[in-house]
């Protein structure tokens, strides 16, 4: 469903895309929904990449 280009993943452009589509519904410009997008996304990347290495070390 999110997968765009098939790759079998859900890149970080197609999640943004999709997080920002949200926001403008809200009513929030673009610009600045997709930069929340981002913004949110590292966040959660950076705590699943601490996750993962207090279990593995």
């Not at 895309?17 to 929340?36: F, H, K, N, P, Q």
Request: charged letters at 30%; a negative charge.
């Amino acid at each position: 469903m999110y997968d765009e280009d098939g790759s079998g993943t859900i890149e970080m452009s197609e999640m943004t895309d999709i997080i920002g589509t949200l926001y403008e519904m809200e009513g929030i410009s673009r610009e600045c929904a997709v930069s929340r997008a981002k913004k949110i996304l590292w966040n959660w990347m950076s705590m699943e990449t601490e996750r993962y290495l207090k279990r593995n070390s």
